[in-house]
């Protein structure tokens, strides 16, 4: 098995990748606190000595205080989470790598467990964890505006750390994809809507201000998914035309990159099409754009948790696809987990010398 072409370097603004492997954001949840410890500095810092091209952190949540149902979910913010990330991207940089937190806010979601809560209800567009399942409160416009500002904030000192790039989550069914789902989303002021279209405004306005915040060279990226928690079926743009409408706001907003999840990169957005969800993102934007999903492993990440184990697999159907130049970067997920020279070996062709992923990885952080 050879991938050369994976390994040729990638340039947008000030971001230089000397490859196409992105590691995907994989939350933790051993950060107590919210402060990132040296132990968390190194797992980065080993997969930077491993080769990959680009980092992008665990979601790391910003200033509001119902942002995270889990409190070793590493903090964005304040004075001893940040020293924390300073020395992530210090020895991230310092083995060659490069590195993006990505930015989070949960939303309404489930209490992680009963012995942590936050200090304040969980909140979204209109209290809604899943349809018609109030789990939280109604976010004023102040309360907008003030999020907002947090993920700017965030995003300003990711710069000010050194950080290479931001990622903004937007995927998955937490806050701003609560925004973008007509059952999380049912206001009736300018952040609601019946149309995608509408009910991006509340992203485009963050993205706008993260735009203002770390000015116009450097990069931000966007994770997006059809696929919530809540439902992995749900769709939000049923056809190229609706998925232009939603996209289309967010590039004049100022994302330069489309992180586009899927949970299995080979299967077709629409019919008519074998296009996955980042090749049509990347069509219909041109902007660049990062497929995910089960590459490099034979089984899914939700199989994966309900205990299922994943065997390496072959890279070919992702070739084929990105020579044909559907996507510009590729993201991995479990099986970087499961081995931090994962990019190295498929650069020298040691395929016989990869790993399975099996969920016991998650029990360390090694
Ligand atoms: C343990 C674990 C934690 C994850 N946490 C996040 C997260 O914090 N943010 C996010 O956008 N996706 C998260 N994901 C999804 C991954 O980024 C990725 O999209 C998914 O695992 C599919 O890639 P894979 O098949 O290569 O593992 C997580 C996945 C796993 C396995």
Redesign the pocket.
Known sequence: MTAHQLFQPFRLKSLKLKNRIVM????RSFSPGGIPTPQVAEYYARRAAGEVGLIVS??TVVNRPASSNDAAIPHFYGEKPLLGWKAVIDQVHAKGGVMAP?LWHMGVVAPKNTSWQPPAPFEGPSGYVAPGKIGGVAMTEQDIADTIRAFAQAAAEARTLGFDAVEI?G??GYLIDQFFWHPTNQRTDRYGGKTLAERTRFAVELIRAVRQAVGPDFPICL?ISQWKLQDFTARLAATPAEMEAWLAPLVQAGVDIFHC?Q?RFWEPEFTDSDLNFAGWAKKLTGKATIT????G?SG??LG?FQGEASTPSSLDELLRRFDRGDFDLVA????LIADEAWTRKIDEGRSSELRGFSKEA?ATLA
Do not use: C, K, Y
């Not at 995907?24 to 939350?27: E, H, I, W």
């Open positions: 995907a954001p994989m939350t665990e979601g990505q989550h995927a998955h994770r999840s949970r995910v999903g089960s590459i492993l899914d990440f994966a991995v997920g479990r099986a998650l």
